[in-house]
């Protein structure tokens, strides 16, 4: 029944470390998002895709990579994690651009580096 | 790049209190969104507004859109404790939202 997934829930790694979190949606929707939130719940765009194809690049470092296999899914894969790479981040999807119904966020990742 | 500026950062509200958390952007949205996230939760989305002056209602929640399409504003009567999260509004053009700082909202019972 999970609109919008993600795992893992809690990642905590070392500097340098190499590490991905994976999103699903089961909403049928063509555009998904990645959002970082940091700890004063500051919320920021990172990526957009839309139907699997890259819309937005939030001058995010190299380091971050995202990846649409296809429609349903988009994971981010992080490279020589940093200690300021430590937040919550979030998935989400939306029908089209400007969708009424808004976006669907998941759950979260937080991620601790240490 | 577009803003959104939104305050207060954090609001005390006595239980049955109103209040109002306000959002502006330096440019003119093509719409604005309101988002509620719980503590420990993630954002949901509450509503859309797109036409000037738009004024919609859920229940005790109140949401506005400015005629000039740069402001809005939730405004929530006879507080609960289940009003108790973080409100956002964001700010969207295409595939981009920008969301303000939220405001922080806890209830004295």
């Known amino acids: 029944d999970t609109a919008v997934s993600q795992t893992p829930k809690y990642l905590v790694t070392q500097m340098g470390n190499d590490k991905s979190i994976k999103c699903e949606q089961n909403?049928?929707?063509?555009?998904m998002y990645w959002y970082k939130q940091d700890s004063k719940k500051f919320l920021k765009i990172m990526f957009s895709?839309?139907?699997?194809?890259?819309?937005i690049n939030e001058t995010v470092p190299n380091r971050f990579s995202p990846k649409s296999p296809d429609k349903a899914h988009l994971n981010l894969h992080i490279n020589s994690l940093e200690l300021g790479d430590s937040a919550v981040y979030f998935c989400?999807?939306?029908?089209?651009?400007?969708?009424?119904?808004?976006?669907?966020f998941g759950p979260g990742t937080r991620l601790t580096v240490t | 790049g577009q803003q959104v500026m939104q305050i207060p950062q954090y609001q005390h509200v006595q239980e049955g209190e109103d209040f109002t958390t306000y959002c502006n952007s330096s440019t003119t949205l093509s719409n604005i969104q309101w988002y509620k996230q719980r503590p420990g939760g993630h954002p949901v989305f509450l509503i859309q507004?797109?036409?000037?002056?738009e004024v919609k209602k859920q229940k005790r929640l109140t949401f506005q859109f400015g005629e000039a399409k740069k402001n809005s504003s939730l405004h929530i009567t006879a507080t609960q404790t289940t009003d108790v999260g973080t409100y956002f509004c964001a700010g969207g053009n295409d595939y981009k939202l920008s969301f303000g700082a939220g405001t922080t909202v806890t209830v004295r019972a």
């Open positions: 989400a999807s939306s029908q089209g651009r400007g969708s009424r119904l808004g976006q669907y």
């Open positions: 895709y839309n139907n699997k194809e890259l819309i």
């Open positions: 507004l797109v036409k000037s002056g």
């Open positions: 909403l049928g929707h063509d555009t």
